[in-house]
T-cell receptor
């Protein structure tokens, strides 16, 4: 069965650079979520989109933005990168109209800011 | 406020022992609860998912229970093996998933 795809899997950037992370949800899933997991921490919710509209917002910095496109894939754009942005970024997808709203997680993108 | 806690934070057991990991959540209006395993620096491996209407799920040596009314879930691991050493995360699904801080498990050969 198709799973959530994230690209790239690893990314190295310098401070003050920008980065774009991509997420391709499971086919027919209409909702995408982004999570950030810093070193030694549990994943924290950043933002979610349902049917291409932002549906919920968590602890996402103003330097970050995200969107969901017509094909339901999502991109997380990160600007003015800081050392503290180094983390594992997970994307998850779900079928919100489904009865249980089960979220399926991708393998994550490891971002290292030098 | 929706919060998820896990105890213990760390656990070390000899190989072959049975063990229980605990998860508590403050808001019982959940869609489901999921247990994940995470190896150092790696992604999330889904172990078991319990829907809000279910009481338990089993997969091999793993058994997870859910008591929504008391806001608790347990993950039971039977006959532990060194390969079970990892961090175990409890994740409670509302409109977003809230993760617990995890339990770091070490199984000593």
């Amino acid at each position: 069965a198709a799973g959530v795809i994230q690209s790239p899997r690893h990314l190295i950037k310098e401070k003050r650079e920008t980065a774009t992370l991509k997420c391709y949800p499971i086919p027919r899933h209409d909702t995408v979520y982004w999570y950030q997991q810093g070193p030694g921490q549990d994943p924290q919710f950043l933002i979610s989109f349902y049917e291409k509209m932002q549906s919920d917002k968590g602890s996402i910095p103003d330097r970050f933005s995200a969107q969901q496109f017509s094909d339901y894939h999502s991109e997380l754009n990160m600007s003015s990168l800081e050392l503290g942005d180094s983390a594992l970024y997970f994307c998850a997808s779900s079928l919100k109209r489904g009865p249980y709203n089960e979220q399926f997680f991708g393998p994550g993108t490891r971002l290292t800011v030098l | 406020k929706q919060e998820v806690t896990q105890i213990p934070a760390a656990l070390s057991v000899p190989e072959g022992e049975n063990l229980v990991l605990n998860c508590s959540f403050t808001d019982s209006a959940i869609y489901n609860l999921q247990w994940f395993r995470q190896d150092p620096g790696k992604g999330l491996t889904s172990l078991l998912l319990i829907q809000s209407s279910q009481r338990e799920q089993t997969s091999g040596r793993l058994n997870a229970s859910l008591d929504k009314s008391s806001g608790r879930s347990t993950l039971y691991i039977a006959a532990s093996q060194p390969g079970d050493s990892a961090t175990y995360l409890c994740a409670v699904s509302y409109d977003k998933v809230i993760f617990g801080p995890g339990t770091s498990l070490s199984v000593i050969p």
